[in-house]
T-cell receptor, first 115, second 110 residues
């Protein structure tokens, strides 16, 4: 399966700052990547689908101006949490889609803490 | 319509026992059903997956049973080991988008 690297693994920052999270597909040309959010002891919630070279598709209720997604190459997608506030604190996880009816492979997540 | 219901929420199994986790779905458009294992602080890792034209799939100690008419599928972990202690998520996919179950925390005791 695809090897997915996510960086940083943990970030702590002050309220009002913007934070960028990188998701890299190390061995697979990823036209589609996904961004999820996971609260403690809860399931994964899909935030958006990131498509290489085009705009991301956001799930209902996810603010696209708050969570900016860029997928400029087949190996890199970034999620920027803009003007972060304490309620944005969460575990953010990306995945690489390997095709229709094929597995998604996940990164190890980014623990974001906003003070 | 998009929900995937998973049970139990938590499970304690003795070493060597069988762990069974169940999932049910409503949306008949789902066409791919993976199971993921997640350790604390890590991303989910694919365990095993099945397509709806197959009723059972086995890989090592892990088996998926799939009942298309009942819209249910389950994960069986044979000879459960302490290293299997983790959270398990079932998922269902349509158009490559995954919908996750609520998760099952498995603890395998010695």
């Amino acid at each position: 399966g695809a090897v997915v690297s996510q960086h940083p693994s943990r970030v702590i920052c002050k309220s009002g700052t913007s934070v960028k999270i990188e998701c890299r597909s190390l061995d697979f040309q990823a036209t589609t990547m996904f961004w999820y959010r996971q609260f403690p002891k809860k399931s994964l919630m899909l935030m958006a689908t990131s498509n290489e070279g085009s705009k991301a598709t956001y799930e209902q209720g996810v603010e696209k101006d708050k969570f900016l997604i860029n997928h400029a190459s087949l190996t890199l997608s970034t999620l920027t949490v803009t003007s972060a506030h304490p309620e944005d604190s969460s575990f953010y996880i990306c995945s690489v889609g390997t095709g229709l009816n094929q597995p998604q492979h996940f990164g190890d997540g980014t623990r974001l803490s906003i003070l | 319509q998009q929900q995937v219901k998973q049970s139990p929420q938590s499970l304690i199994v003795q070493k060597g026992g069988i762990s069974i986790i169940n999932c049910a779905y409503e949306n008949t458009a789902f066409d791919y059903f993976p199971w993921y294992q997640q350790f604390p602080g890590k991303g989910p890792a694919l365990l095993i997956a099945i397509r709806p034209d197959v009723s059972e799939k086995k890989e090592g100690r892990f088996t998926i049973s799939f009942n298309k008419s009942a819209k249910q599928f389950s994960l069986h972990i044979m000879d459960s080991q302490p290293g299997d202690s983790a959270t398990y998520f079932c998922a269902a996919s349509t158009a490559s988008k995954l919908t996750f179950g609520t998760g099952t925390r498995l603890q395998v005791t010695l």
